[in-house]
């Protein structure tokens, strides 16, 4: 069992909450971990149990129990099967299923937040990595969220990590993407370019709504606009020109229109066939696993030869027979799995 852990706070720490102020002491561990092993009575300040809100005045003891204190965790090799769409002794491209993390998050356990990741997948296929993005992060230069499928870059090595790393701060990287949503656009192509910040209700959101946020820019062309008997949508082609967490999900869902599928940023979980008269619908509603969203494109120069490189893979089947089911639901397949949790 590992020892308890103690630590004191001194006048600098006066004015800061407990669970921040333990955020910075223990790295290894999440904010949300520290707040549990609060809320648990597993961190006692001056020997009493204490709310993760508690304002330090500098002096008190904080001691955390050993028994509670979970180990950091590493990433370790899985036999996960992967689409490797190209590989060299630099780099590799993956096409990424939707569902699958690209890796755990920082003070997550050994459970099952650290299983079926891409990390685990490319530890257990690929000998080497590069180790800039940390234990957690080997080889990831850039990310997609867990329910978008499509092409993502993994670096082999340090001096390849940072070549493309460098490539994407500098804009050089072009992303192409497809997403569906919801309703018609009413223009034909356009540049969203609202800043993107924390949500400060919902954690797990991003919003558009607060100012101060990181710069973000999404540009779309609508490709096809569908009116089928479940309502009408309007397929996209999409390029990003920044990278912020749920970007293009976050922006679509600004002007009215989220990915279908993606509940999260207001997405009917179920999308019921339009009935006139008020008759009971012929189809059953749909649902639809995961957001439609797709890394369709990825175009870099190699970081070791110059070379450009260009990839691309279609929709998945599952997004292939979605279409199909919205255009023709009485001979398609009408159930495309359970609705993503939020």
Avoid: C
């Avoid at 450009?308 to 799995?337: C, D, K, V, W, Y």
Wanted: proline letters at 7%; charged letters at 25%; glycine letters at 8%.
């Amino acid at each position: 069992m590992p020892p308890a852990q103690t630590f004191y706070a001194y006048p600098e720490h006066a004015g800061q909450r407990l669970d921040r102020f333990l955020v910075a002491q223990l790295p290894d561990l999440s904010r949300a971990r520290l707040q549990e092993l609060i809320a648990s009575g597993a961190i006692v300040v001056n020997g009493l149990p204490a709310k993760s809100s508690l304002k330090l005045r500098g002096g008190e003891v904080i001691e955390l129990s050993g028994a509670s204190a979970r180990e950091p965790l590493r990433a370790t090799a899985e036999d996960i099967p992967l689409d490797i769409v190209y590989e060299d002794d630099d780099l590799a491209v993956i096409n990424k299923p939707a569902g699958m993390m690209v890796h755990a998050g920082s003070g997550a356990t050994e459970s099952a937040r650290n299983r079926g990741t891409l990390v685990n997948a490319l530890l257990h296929h690929m000998a080497a990595l590069s180790g800039v993005g940390g234990e957690l992060r080997p080889g990831i230069v850039h990310r997609l969220d867990k329910e978008t499928s499509g092409l993502i870059l993994v670096a082999k090595n340090d001096r390849a990590h940072q070549r493309l790393a460098e490539q994407f701060s500098r804009r050089q990287v072009h992303k192409r993407y497809i997403a569906l949503v919801q309703g018609w656009m009413k223009q034909d192509r356009g540049t969203i370019s609202t800043s993107i910040s924390r949500d400060r209700v919902r954690r797990t959101r991003m919003t558009t709504r607060r100012t101060g946020g990181r710069e973000a820019i999404t540009e779309y062309r609508v490709s096809e606009r569908l009116d089928t008997p479940f309502g009408k949508f309007s397929l996209l082609e999409v390029k990003i020109g920044t990278g912020r967490t749920h970007q293009i999900r976050v922006h679509l869902s600004s002007l009215g229109h989220p990915v279908v599928g993606d509940a999260l940023y207001g997405a009917p979980r179920e999308i019921t066939m339009r009935s006139p008269g008020g008759k009971t619908p012929s189809a059953p509603p749909l649902r639809l696993g995961r957001n439609f969203l797709h890394a369709a494109a990825i175009d870099f120069v190699h970081p070791r030869s110059g070379a450009a490189l260009s990839f691309s893979r279609p929709l998945p089947p599952e997004l292939t027979a979605f279409l199909q089911t919205l255009r023709s639901p009485a001979t398609a397949e009408r159930s495309h799995g359970p609705a993503p949790a939020e």
